[in-house]
């Protein structure tokens, strides 16, 4: 790549890291300012996936608060293909605390399209993400999941079932 592709990149990645970090770290949580910034990272588009879902999905080199991701889950969603693709990849991860996030960044976007890697993320790790999910993106095909999961007696689904 020529030097000035290179240095748009940068440019680029630099623009999306302040707006995250204003997102994230806005007092307010969600209001106009708020949409104003989100509204720049989905123009920006997918030079931004890739930095968001590090962001939601808790890398240990930000520090940035996880309980204020929603906004990120929502971008993502409004991205639209790239970003849920590359959320599906992340649930296959080796590291429970990826997968976990990746669930909960696709039951925030509602992703149907999620509900088998879900369901296999849920049978392999009896996650409680996974679950969540599956109850937040709804209907049959995750009910019976759920409802199976229910059956056959793992903590979590108790503490989920009630939780919800």
């Not at 949409?35 to 080199?61: H, K, N, R, S, W």
């Not at 993106?137 to 056959?152: H, P, R, T, Y």
Request: aromatic content about 6%; proline content about 5%; some cysteine.
């Amino acid at each position: 790549m020529s030097r000035s592709g290179s240095k748009l990149e940068e440019d680029i990645q630099t623009q999306v890291d302040q707006l995250i970090e204003r997102l994230l770290n806005e007092p307010d949580g969600w209001n106009e300012q708020a949409d104003a910034i989100i509204d720049e990272l989905i123009a920006i588009g997918e030079p931004a996936i890739i930095p968001m879902i590090y962001q939601f999905l808790g890398c240990p080199d930000l520090d940035y608060p996880l309980d204020n991701t929603q906004e990120v889950a929502y971008v993502l969603g409004e991205m639209g293909e790239p970003a849920i693709r590359a959320l599906h990849q992340a649930l296959g991860d080796s590291d429970p605390y990826v997968s976990d996030r990746a669930a909960r960044a696709l039951g925030d976007i509602g992703d149907k399209t999620a509900i088998p890697l879900l369901k296999d993320l849920l049978w392999r790790e009896h996650s409680g993400s996974a679950l969540i999910a599956l109850a937040q993106i709804g209907g049959d095909e995750a009910a019976q999941i759920l409802l199976k999961e229910l059956d056959s007696g793992h903590f979590n689904t108790s503490f989920v079932i009630t939780w919800l």
